[in-house]
């Protein structure tokens, strides 16, 4: 059964440090990783796509990763606006183009 | 260039009643996929439509839930005789060709 395990399930950083958020994936052959960013009362802001294991993306402080089992978020030096809850998803090959979503890592910055 | 265009943000029924949701996604997007979002809950697909088609409804109950993407106008979710159960955030997502979806604000059903 194709499946997406975030963790942790909540992180508390101090601004300025950095941290990781792990996606962890099993599906019968990956066509894509997504990473979205959700506020409170809003829906998932798309960040980053990601095709084959090796490949790396930036936006501002976040960076993704992808290996061939896990997908990693790094947050370089975290401001109090990057507080939210972080959602990882996979499109299997076998499940059409639907999108299969973890449960999300919510992260709280404090200045 | 709007986003993708959920209506009516907050939904209040009383059991027994239908939900009708609204969705017009981006422009140039010919796809869209419906969600669901339960407290404490990932994200879960429901279905997802091309204009006048169900493509992969097997995210859909059987029963009580329908969904159209008729040529002209938005895409509706509708739900007959809601129960409490029912109650969740429902996500409207587009793309323009089934990668990545861009989702909307969602409409939060409330079942009374």
């Known amino acids: 059964e194709d499946q997406v395990t975030q963790s942790p399930e909540a992180l508390r950083l101090q601004e300025g440090e950095s941290s990781s958020l792990n996606c962890s994936y099993t599906?019968?052959?990956?066509?894509?990783l997504f990473w979205y960013r959700q506020d409170p009362g809003k829906g998932p802001e798309f960040l980053f796509t990601?095709?084959?294991a090796g490949e790396e993306k930036e936006k501002e402080r976040l960076k993704a990763t992808l290996t061939k089992k896990e997908s990693f978020l790094h947050i370089t030096a975290p401001k109090p606006e990057d507080s939210a809850t972080y959602l990882c998803?996979?499109?299997?090959?076998?499940?059409?183009?639907?999108?299969?979503f973890g449960k999300g890592t919510t992260l709280s910055v404090s200045s | 260039n709007a986003g993708v265009m959920q209506n009516p943000r907050h939904l209040v029924r009383r059991r027994g009643q239908e939900a009708r949701l609204r969705c017009s996604p981006m422009k140039g997007h010919s796809h869209v996929y419906w969600y669901r979002q339960l407290p404490e809950e990932g994200l879960k697909f429901m279905v997802y439509?091309?204009?006048?088609?169900?493509?992969?409804e097997s995210g859909m109950p059987k029963e009580r839930f329908s969904a159209e993407f008729p040529k002209e106008g938005p895409s509706i979710l509708r739900i007959q005789q809601v129960v409490r159960g029912d109650s969740a955030a429902y996500f409207c997502a587009s793309s323009p060709e089934g990668t990545a979806a861009f989702f909307g604000q969602g409409t939060r059903l409330t079942v009374v």
């Open positions: 599906v019968s052959g990956l066509r894509g």
């Open positions: 998803a996979v499109q299997a090959n076998q499940a059409g183009t639907a999108l299969i």
């Open positions: 439509l091309q204009k006048e088609n169900i493509i992969d």
């Open positions: 990601l095709y084959s």
